[in-house]
């Protein structure tokens, strides 16, 4: 079964053509970091209006990739069985093109619609190419820009949150304190490449909310504004730039390293207690765009190995290829995939609205 998945929850206009949930025939990332550079962040109505720009050459490049055209060279919807799309949570505007495109071509095409959750399709992301598929029950750790979550999946379908973050989420906590520090956007890679050089032990950071499953990560953010203001001897408040510009290279480096090696460590905290408190657990998923961070996929790989050489009940870690880490439409197709053979009901294309905000259920 070929899926076309459509994803534009934030600032990324992604398409892509996927077989069965797991085989790659086309993968369409038009991504819109290097208009968001120039602010330092994403500003919605731009986000939505760049996907109105991308979304429907994105989709025919899809069908260019994946070698779907008709002898006329068009693209051969003969070949696709269903259209899936992102239609929760994220950016308003952005949510709205994709959707709306969707529904069109399902109408045009006469195929049918499913509708994504975007953190499910971040955990789909593990399904991806791979050759060994994770196993239930299974522990999700979603990791992104808008959403830091502890999900049990039991079966397919089966999703129940077991920790989430009482405020900021991870990959945010990485973008505010790469401002904090002068460091380009997307903060998760700039803070990962100037940490490379730096010190992790030079500053020591809180754990907030030891003992439970639930997260917290605005007041690690003070924490680093606070220890920045010292080491810079300048009370400067934020958001100013002057701050970052006193830090010199070498101080930059230890904050991103210091910061970053608290924020895995913190994750894997949470990740301990999370299989200590479900040893039935069998694959442990890692998902969403800090599963890039390739700190926490050494530390976390260690951490597994070492539980698994106590254990008789191995644990299995699964991280997304990186480029299936951040916003992609594979990851949609391939939830869609599983919706289908679970049986749900296909969504109506004239009436499906978006969803700004909800959770995972
Ligand atoms: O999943 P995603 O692409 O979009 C959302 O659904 O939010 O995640 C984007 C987040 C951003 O906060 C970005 O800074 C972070 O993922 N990120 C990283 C890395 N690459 C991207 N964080 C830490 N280390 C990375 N290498
Ligand atoms: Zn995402």
Redesign the pocket.
């Known amino acids: 079964m070929r899926i076309l998945g459509i994803e534009s ?2 600032d ?1 206009t992604a398409v892509a053509i996927v077989e069965n949930g797991q085989t790659i025939l086309s993968n369409v990332v038009v991504s819109q970091i290097d208009i968001f550079a120039a602010y330092g962040g994403v500003i919605p109505e731009i986000a939505a209006r760049s996907h109105l720009e991308a979304i429907l050459p994105a989709v025919h490049q899809a069908f260019q990739k994946a070698g779907l055209v008709t002898d006329s060279g068009q693209d051969d919807w003969s070949k696709i069985d269903a259209i899936a799309v992102t239609h929760t949570p994220g950016l308003l505007g952005s949510l709205l093109v994709g959707t709306l495109t969707a529904r069109t071509l399902c109408l045009l095409n006469h195929k049918p619609l499913y509708a994504v959750h ?1 953190l499910k399709s ?1 955990i789909y992301a593990n399904w991806l190419q791979a050759s060994l598929l994770p196993v239930f029950p299974l522990i999700a750790l979603i990791i ?4 830091t979550q502890i999900v049990k999946m039991s079966a397919h379908q089966n999703f129940e949150i077991i920790g989430t973050t009482r405020d900021d ?1 991870v ?2 906590c ?2 505010k304190i790469a401002k904090i520090l002068g460091l380009p956007y ?4 700039s ?2 490449k100037a940490a490379k050089t730096g010190n992790s032990s030079t500053y020591s950071f809180p754990h907030p909310m030891p003992g439970t499953l639930d997260f917290s990560f605005s007041g690690l953010k003070t924490a680093v504004l606070r220890e920045v203001q010292k080491a810079t001897g300048k009370p400067i408040s934020f958001p100013s730039s002057q701050l970052a510009a006193l830090l010199t290279d070498q101080q930059r480096a230890d904050f991103a390293a210091s910061f970053e090696q608290t924020a895995v460590d913190i994750l894997i905290e949470k990740i301990k207690l999370a299989l200590k408190q479900n040893p039935e657990t069998q694959s442990l998923i890692i998902a ?3 599963s ?3 700190r ?1 996929r050494h530390d976390l790989q260690i951490f597994i190995e070492q539980q698994n050489s106590k254990l008789h009940n191995k644990i299995n870690l699964f991280f997304p290829e990186p480029r299936f ?3 992609n439409g594979a990851m949609v197709a391939s939830a869609a995939y599983y919706e289908i053979l679970s049986n749900i009901t296909p969504s109506d294309p004239y009436t499906l609205n978006i969803m700004p905000r909800s959770e995972i259920k």
Do not use: K, T
């Open positions: 929850s934030c990324e975007h971040h992104s820009g808008g959403h989420a990959g945010e990485f973008d997307p903060g998760g890679p803070i990962a969403g765009g800090v890039a961070n390739q926490l880490s951040g916003d």
